[in-house]
């Protein structure tokens, strides 16, 4: 699936877009150059689960934890990671990457490349293009 968004404020609908896509599914690796959007998409979709922390990127952290409360009314996680300053696999598997992909959490990956060897079957991969005139082009694979 293809979007294009030109302003912030049409995320909340991609956000909806992209959980009707996702059906059960909760990996998703964000792919882009700096600047195209992945952490202000996670932001989207921590407002539509009404996160009350204030979400930021992970860079220097790598791992940020947001709580929110399911339809039953029971906290559960949204996990937002940056890989990018990690040098290979291990690094990852040493931070414990294995229990974020394979736990029953949101999880939204930054730079995820270097743990594609492990990742679940049913990643969503999401796409950020940065395009000319400052919009996203935005795919769901």
Not at 57 to 75: F, Q, W
């Amino acid at each position: 699936m293809e979007f294009i968004i030109k302003t912030p404020e049409e995320l909340p609908a991609l956000v909806d877009q992209l959980l009707t896509f996702a059906g059960d599914r909760k990996k998703f690796f964000l792919i882009g150059d700096l600047g195209a959007g992945k952490t202000t998409f996670t932001k989207a979709i921590c407002e539509k689960f009404k996160v009350k922390e204030m979400v930021s990127s992970p860079t220097y952290s790598l791992i940020n934890e947001y709580a929110y409360l399911d339809k039953s009314g029971a906290e559960k996680l949204i996990n937002h990671i940056d890989l990018y300053r990690l040098k290979d696999i291990d690094e990852a598997i040493n931070i414990g990457i294995e229990d974020y992909l394979y736990n029953e959490d949101y999880c939204f990956i930054e730079w995820p490349e270097i743990i594609k060897p492990i990742a679940p079957e049913d990643v969503i991969t999401i796409q950020f293009e940065l395009l000319s005139d400052s919009s996203r082009k935005i795919l769901f694979l």
